[in-house]
T-cell receptor, first 113, second 116 residues
Framework: DAGVTQSPTHLIKTRGQQVTLRCSPK?????VSWYQQALGQGPQFIFQ???????QRGNFPDRFSGHQFPNYSSELNVNALLLGDSALYLC????????????FGDGTRLSIL | AQSVTQPDIHITVSEGASLELRCNYS??????LFWYVQSPGQGLQLLLK??????LVQGIKGFEAEFKRSQSSFNLRKPSVHWSDAAEYFC??????????????FGKGTKLSVIP
């Protein structure tokens, strides 16, 4: 049973560019949440998707957007990249009907030059 | 808004010694509480969770945590630390938002080093 998978593992971009990160949830999960973890910090909640809509959003600018597909997979898009966007981006999935914890992927390490 | 405080940035213990990592939370309702562990370059692995019921919860790898509502705490303990426990530990509170979903707010983490 595959867990949460994220791609790519690492990514290097330059300021002003745009990036798309991808996440496949654990089998049986319908909800995807995205978190940003800066170096030396705890993860910070970006937003959450279920039923193909953004349901909750943390304190992140509109440059951060997402999408959820009918198969529950999700994308995180970041536009106009800033140096401060360098971080580990974590995807977590859960099943809204089971009241169980979120399961995390290994993340995408994004470096902005 | 909910928040989590982990007062200890870095803790060093000897292998075989006991361990307690502190966590204090702020949340207006009954919280969902979690401890996750993260090895370098990896994602987060769930150690244990508290949703309701017994305030002493058992987790994987011999860890346990106790929910104390009066102290707004959820400290993580292990009676005997192994070298493989060296990692970063995150406490989190889950804010329920309805329809079975919640968002996690994490502390800044405690890095655990283990001396052989």
């Amino acid at each position: 049973d595959a867990g949460v998978t994220q791609s790519p593992t690492h990514l290097i971009k330059t300021r002003g560019q745009q990036v798309t990160l991808r996440c496949s949830p654990k089998s049986g999960h319908d909800t995807v949440s995205w978190y940003q973890q800066a170096l030396g910090q705890g993860p910070q909640f970006i937003f959450q998707y279920y039923e193909e809509e953004e349901r909750q959003r943390g304190n992140f600018p509109d440059r951060f957007s997402g999408h959820q597909f009918p198969n529950y997979s999700s994308e995180l898009n970041v536009n106009a990249l800033l140096l401060g966007d360098s971080a580990l981006y974590l995807c977590a999935s859960s099943d809204r009907n089971s009241n169980q914890p979120q399961h995390f992927g290994d993340g995408t390490r994004l470096s902005i030059l | 808004a909910q928040s989590v405080t982990q007062p200890d940035i870095h803790i060093t213990v000897s292998e075989g010694a006991s361990l307690e990592l502190r966590c204090n939370y702020s949340y207006g309702a009954t919280p969902y509480l979690f401890w996750y562990v993260q090895s370098p370059g990896q994602g987060l692995q769930l150690l244990l969770k508290y949703f309701s019921g017994d305030t002493l919860v058992q987790g994987i790898k011999g860890f346990e945590a106790e929910f104390k509502r009066s102290q707004s705490s959820f400290n993580l303990r292990k009676p005997s630390v192994h070298w493989s426990d060296a990692a970063e530990y995150f406490c989190a509170v889950g804010a329920y938002s309805g329809a079975g979903s919640y968002q996690l707010t994490f502390g800044k983490g405690t890095k655990l080093s283990v001396i052989p």
